[in-house]
């Protein structure tokens, strides 16, 4: 069963899922469960869940600027692809950005760029597994679920890129 929970942030209200033991997604305004089971939306947080109450609290460090990793069970569902790319984006230090003709050099096919953004933009985690730091080859910001401005604010936060 999917569990999930609002958390509102600087940048929107986001959807947590949750399977009971690990954060499966994280959505944003807008955006539908990509869960193959029921969702149960709790109304409110229980004081002891195990996924929900450190992810909560690490994304209020995140925007506070106190915390540059995060240190949760994750469980995103995709292809051995995608999950090779998404492993990759958790190597990409806070505060800095990368190409996804760097990715996909560092995933040793340099002619998979497009493979590497559509796999980023697959991405059940934005923000945990930071796919907001990858940018077009020019240094220009492309796609991202929460929109170009929300990405914006995100790597401003992480002084990747100035205000």
């Known amino acids: 069963m999917t569990e999930a929970l609002t958390f509102p942030s600087p940048i929107g209200e986001l959807t947590l899922e949750s399977d009971g033991t690990h954060l499966t997604a994280v959505l944003f305004p807008g955006e539908k469960s990509r869960s193959l089971e029921p969702v149960t939306v709790l109304e409110e947080m229980p004081a002891d869940h195990p996924v929900f109450g450190p992810a909560c609290r690490q994304l209020d460090e995140f925007f506070a600027g106190k915390r540059q990793t995060f240190d949760l069970p994750l469980k995103p569902l995709g292809t051995a692809f995608q999950l ?80």
Do not use: D
């Not at 090779?84 to 230090?93: A, G, T």
């Not at 760029?113 to 985690?125: D, E, H, M, Q, S």
């Not at 240094?139 to 679920?145: R, V, Y």
């Open 84 to 163: 090779k790319v998404w492993r990759e984006l958790l190597r990409i230090p806070y505060g800095q950005t990368a190409t996804y003709g760097e990715l996909a050099k560092k995933l040793g096919n340099p002619r998979a760029c497009r493979a590497v953004g559509a796999a980023n933009g697959r991405n059940p985690l934005p923000i945990i597994v930071p796919c907001h730091r990858v940018i077009g080859s020019n240094g220009k910001l492309t796609g991202f679920a929460g929109g170009l401005e929300v990405k914006k604010r995100l790597l401003e936060l992480e002084g990747a890129m100035s205000q």
